[in-house]
Nanobody
């Protein structure tokens, strides 16, 4: 069974940090771009970041540039999202998803179940 499992979410104060993990199960991620997408209550899904299969290319939403860093460890079949200087507006459910190709596009096939990130004092 093909699965993505996110972990690392939680409650953090403004200015704090979290690292999200996305682990593949039942298939290997190394041939695919992986994206992080978030959805806040009452808002549409928003692409946060994406990393190509080789890690050579990454992209970020303007709202998170300079604060978030995406990376991957293909040996561990895992992709990470390091989130620093968190703001209340970063509060959302964060999903990882497998791209259709080795490079980043807006299209994803398999999605994880999501992990809640709440930034609040």
């Amino acid at each position: 069974q093909l699965q993505l499992v996110e972990s690392g979410g939680g409650l953090v104060q403004p200015g704090g940090s979290l690292r999200l993990s996305c682990a593949g199960s039942g298939f290997t991620l190394d041939k695919y771009a992986i994206g992080w997408i978030r959805q806040a209550p009452g808002k549409e899904r928003e692409g946060v970041s994406c990393i190509s299969s080789s890690s050579r290319r990454t992209n970020y939403a303007d709202a998170v540039k300079g604060r978030f860093t995406i990376s991957r460890d293909n040996a561990k079949n895992t992709v990470y999202l390091q989130m620093n200087s968190l703001k209340p507006e970063d509060t959302a459910v964060y999903y990882c998803a497998v791209g259709q190709y080795s490079y980043c596009t807006s299209f994803y096939s398999t999605w994880g179940q999501g992990t809640q990130v709440t930034v609040s004092s």
